[in-house]
C-alpha cells in the first residue's frame, strides 16, 4: 500500500505558475504508475496528467497540453505538477493518485488509480 501527500497548492492570479509535489510512502514507488487528477465545484473530477514509471512517457488532458509538465523522481518517490499560464477555469482541488499497473499501462481514467492523496487546493484569480 502507498500514501500520497500533495502539496503546493495556493492562490495565484491568472498567468501565473505553480508546482504541485505529491510525496509518496513505501519502497515500491517506481512500480506505480501516477497520475494528476482535479475536480472543480459541482463538476466531476477530471484527469489532469499521467505519467509512466520510469517517466519516459507522459499524457496531458487537451485543457492542460502545453500549460502542464508532469514529471517524477523515483529516488524521491515525488512526482510534479509545473503549471504555467494558469487560467481561472483550473481552480480546483488537484489530486495525485497511483496505479500499481500490473502491465504498465498508463490510464487516464480515475477508476484505474488504487491510491489517490488528500488533495491540495489551487485558486486562480482573474
Known amino acids: 500500500q502507498v500514501q500520497l501527500v500533495e502539496s503546493g497548492g495556493g492562490l495565484v492570479q491568472a498567468g501565473g505558475s505553480l508546482r504541485l509535489s505529491c510525496a509518496a510512502s513505501?519502497?515500491?514507488?517506481?512500480?506505480?504508475?501516477m497520475g494528476w487528477f482535479r475536480q472543480a465545484p459541482g463538476k466531476e473530477r477530471e484527469f489532469v496528467a499521467a505519467?509512466?514509471?520510469?517517466?519516459?512517457?507522459?499524457y496531458y488532458a487537451d485543457s492542460v497540453k502545453g500549460r502542464f509538465t508532469i514529471s517524477r523522481d523515483n529516488a524521491k518517490n515525488t512526482v510534479y505538477l509545473q503549471m504555467n499560464g494558469l487560467k481561472s477555469e483550473d481552480t480546483a482541488v488537484y489530486y495525485c493518485?497511483?496505479?500499481?499497473?500490473?502491465?504498465?499501462?498508463?490510464?487516464?481514467?480515475?477508476?484505474?488509480?488504487?491510491?489517490w492523496g488528500q488533495g491540495t487546493q489551487v485558486t486562480v484569480s482573474s
Open positions: 493518485a497511483a496505479d500499481r499497473a500490473v502491465y504498465g499501462v498508463v490510464y487516464t481514467t480515475s477508476e484505474q488509480y488504487d491510491y
Open positions: 505519467i509512466s514509471r520510469r517517466g519516459s512517457s507522459t
Open positions: 513505501g519502497r515500491t514507488f517506481e512500480t506505480y504508475v
